[in-house]
């Protein structure tokens, strides 16, 4: 039987979630609301995550990033390298996107701050 124990990360509670799957169905115990049941299925069959990375400018100047959405957990090492390797933006601003769509998941990467070298 397939089982996952996770915590859940909707609110500071963090109750502990057991996942698992009987006759085709995902079931979740532990949780003290609904929030937490849809985020164990959520965990169990398909985890996404925001990506958070720093982009480096010629210059020296740093670029913090995120992506505007959550991706697949799984994708999370081609989001990374897909941000290091874009194009270096010209003149780069708060909220300005770095890359549209990434990996086609409809989902932008967005700058959050520029750190000044
Ligand atoms: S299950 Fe509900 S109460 Fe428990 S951590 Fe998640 S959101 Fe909070």
């Known amino acids: ?3 996952l124990e996770t915590i859940c990360i909707r609110c500071p509670i963090g109750c ?18 609904p929030r937490g049941a849809e ?12 990506v958070t990375t720093i982009y480096k400018m010629s210059n020296g100047d ?6 505007k959405g959550d991706i697949e957990k799984s994708k999370y090492w081609d989001v990374i390298k897909t941000i290091k ?13 770095l890359v549209h769509n990434i990996l086609d998941s409809g989902v932008d990467v967005i700058i ?6």
């Open 1 to 3: 039987m397939k089982k």
């Open 16 to 33: 502990h979630l057991v996942v698992t799957e009987q006759n085709g169905e995902v079931v979740v115990t532990g949780n003290r609301c």
């Open 39 to 50: 985020y164990g299925k959520q965990e169990f069959t398909r985890p996404m995550r925001t």
């Open 62 to 67: 740093t670029l913090s990033v995120r992506t």
């Open 85 to 97: 390797s874009a194009p270096e933006p010209k003149n780069p601003q708060f909220g300005d996107v």
């Open 112 to 117: 959050t701050a520029v750190n000044k070298n």
